[in-house]
């Protein structure tokens, strides 16, 4: 039993199992093992952490302490889960190098994907309907290079699994136990990533999601990317934390621009004024990597829809009323093109009948 998993790695896995320790303990754990730690004193700390259960399963020795690690990696099995601890060989390198990597990634669907290239896209769970298209279309291209790296929330998150999903290059990071849906309504989401990418927590099973454990998750995004990209951020966002972590571990980061004085975008704007790429496309991120642009086909235009697009990219986002204007047709008219497209992904609809360019 258990010969995926070194008597090292069991030890740790039994550590990052105990839902009683606090999260300067795990933080002080995870910088002692990625400095390396000897065999003796990983059962010293195990041995001060663990504590004997009510049926004498562990008597102070080391058999006792496997005997239990055994059963948290039973549980594992028997959810068809796994772990990987910073003891690991697949243990994300990248990850491993911030000053507080986790002890251990409860994992939930395709392992190998812990090894492939990763960028990272969030952004705050009231996004802009424009915003939302703009990050599912460059997910969506990205993810024919990279893993996308996200959360499982509304807003930039789920922009992000809509777009990287159909190919299956998505890892879900969790602020939770594997076992624990939230929120509750994408419980078959999460169920749907698990069973095609990759879900991923650092929590052990039964951890509910706290105001911390958000917090601790977004160092995890961060810390597993090349790059983040941020889609839509308030001036006070929790989605900066992601950022200021990336830009802290030295990633690139990238913000998709708003208008001026768009509340929801003002943390983008901001991160750009201080030396983010700006993005409005797949392209942008690709070229900042060296990477080739593979050529797509331009979606054929009738002359009327040149016309509206011609007019709402002068405008970046206009009234359907005052399109139709502009273009000299009737409102009726104008609506008609408009969604034809927005079906061509050219433009998004982004409340009532105000529309935005995406390219």
């Known amino acids: 039993m258990n010969a995926s998993y070194s008597e090292r790695e069991r030890l740790l896995l039994l550590l990052a199992a105990c839902g009683e320790l606090d999260e300067s303990t795990r933080t002080a754990l995870s910088r002692i093992c990625a400095e390396g730690v000897s065999d003796a004193d990983l059962e010293k700390i195990c041995a001060a952490v663990i504590e004997t259960d009510t049926n004498g399963v562990y008597k102070g ?97 789920r922009a992000a699994i809509d777009g990287a999903l159909p190919a299956a290059n998505l890892i879900s990071v969790l602020p939770c136990g594997l076992d624990v849906d939230y929120p509750a309504a994408h419980a078959a989401l999460k169920r749907e990533i698990a069973g095609r990418g990759l879900v991923v927590t650092e929590y052990p099973f039964g951890t509910r999601a706290q105001k ?83 050529a797509r086909r331009e979606p054929a235009l009738t002359p009327a829809e040149e016309k509206l697009l011609g007019a709402l990219r002068q405008r970046g986002e206009a009234h359907a009323a005052v399109l139709a204007q502009l273009a000299g047709v009737p409102v009726w008219e104008a609506q008609a093109t408009l969604a034809a497209l927005e079906l061509k992904g050219l433009i998004a609809r982004s409340g009532g009948n105000q529309y935005a360019a995406l390219k």
């Open 212 to 294: 911390y454990s958000f917090h601790a998750r977004n160092r995890i995004l961060a810390g597993l990317s090349e790059g983040v990209l941020v889609l839509a951020a308030g001036e006070k966002s929790g989605t900066l934390i992601t950022a200021n972590a990336a830009l802290s571990y030295g990633r690139d980061v990238f913000a998709l621009p708003h208008n001026a004085g768009a509340a929801q975008g003002a943390g983008c704007n901001e991160l750009i004024k201080q030396g983010a790429y700006l993005c409005t496309d797949a392209g942008d991120v690709l070229e900042a990597y060296g990477m080739p642009r593979t």
């Open 61 to 157: 020795n080391r058999a006792g302490l496997l005997r239990l690690a055994d059963e948290v990696v039973a549980r594992l099995e028997r959810r068809n889960c796994f772990a990987v601890t910073l003891l690991s060989a697949d243990y994300p390198a990248a990850l491993a190098a911030i000053p507080d990597p986790p002890l251990v990634l409860f994992c939930a669907g395709r392992r190998e994907l812990l090894g492939a290239r990763k960028f990272c896209i969030v952004g705050s769970r009231l996004l802009p309907a424009w915003a939302a298209k703009a990050g599912k279309n460059i997910a969506q291209e990205l993810g024919a290079r990279f893993v996308i790296v996200t959360g499982i929330a509304e807003g930039g998150d």
